[in-house]
């Protein structure tokens, strides 16, 4: 019986033909069930889910209304039911900090952004939005599932496990302007919450950076910040 | 009597603290009455809005619940009423094109974004996502309120009033990948719809461009290729 997501749950839901494809292809193992919806038009990507359930044996079924039950949005055709995971980030590889974010579509776009320049590591420090809500996985569009995600308890714990990496912190009062950054890799880029930014002590940690910005808006949005970000350390050895 | 915002109405509602005051700082005469809820408290965000209310003469009124009953989020405390406006784009200024937006939040973040690199001219091609519902408002801090909106009915139309711009449209499968462009001044960004993209036939308008991007992810969020875009083309010489 397939309820409304909450977190305490031990498992969650990928809403979307698009992410529940994902979900398939790259942790099959993880999923419970897979639900087409009756209203589901057999087009490509339908089809794609029933190969990939007949291939890993998942079990597939066609659902009249309990899509409808778990999410307000009337246009998910597509619904996969799988186990949360728990992961150690890579050592020594290039990492993005989220210090407390509190947004899931921001969290989710962040994930699509980073696998679309190839990093694939993410630090979470707590407080934080719940990464495996449906939410974070839409608005990742399923990239959630390539992505190594750590959850910390602080950022020093965080910084204790990765002392290895070059750590760049995102501030308004940076040291340093983007574009005159050179980034060493393995790096950690370390963004703040969406309202607060990171705190005034991180200015003491690795190199401090600001992006570029005038003074008309209060801040960039945290997305577009890490997207940004990525592209001036990643975008130009990224192979298309 | 204030009710839920709907397309058809003559005015629209900012929502939240900040869209507020940016609405009396930068268009006060639309402004019809700003209502403040009883349970906000007396803090530096809405002694600023009724000091700007006096200043402009503007209706301040305090609310119990309606502020409530049109929106679902529980964490507005300030609402402005505004008529809805038209304007013209500026000649020869650069521009951002957004070809049939369909997504409330990315056309927010994108003029917050293009206000935080000084590009203040946005073209929408119809059909397009209603520019002034309250969600749009609210996810560009209001910085909607300092952005010229022109709304256009085809492309073609609005490449035929300003045919002195230079024209760059982005796609996977440009002729230039982004770090080499020279962007020339005036210039037109154009971008595609969230889904489908620029269609094929853009290739031959202007210089077609792609943002350097894994082939693990279907593309990157639009929001994010018009933050990646502006910062290469205006970030370096922005006035932090």
Known sequence: MIKKYKKKFEYS??????????????????VNVVYISEKATSNKGIEQIRSLCRK????????????????AKGNVFAL??????EQTLDKEKNHIVLVNPSTAGNVGTIMR????????????IKPAVDIFQPEVIRSSMGSIFQIN???????KEYQAQHSQNSFYTFMLEGEMLLPD?????????????EGAGLPKKFINIGTSVTIPQSKMIDSLNLAISVGITLYEAEGKNTEV
């Open 113 to 124: 952004t980073m696998l679309g320049f190839r990093v694939r590591n993410l630090a979470v």
């Open 80 to 85: 996969g039911v799988f186990q949360k995971y």
């Open 56 to 71: 890993n044996k998942v079990n597939l079924r066609t659902s009249a209304d309990l899509i409808n039950r778990i999410t």
């Open 149 to 155: 995600i750590g959850y910390f308890d602080s950022f």
């Open 13 to 30: 839901y990928s809403l979307g033909v698009y992410p529940t494809i994902e979900l398939l292809k790259h942790l099959p193992e993880k």
């Open 181 to 193: 950054v050179q980034f060493k890799s393995p790096y950690s880029l370390v963004f703040g919450n």
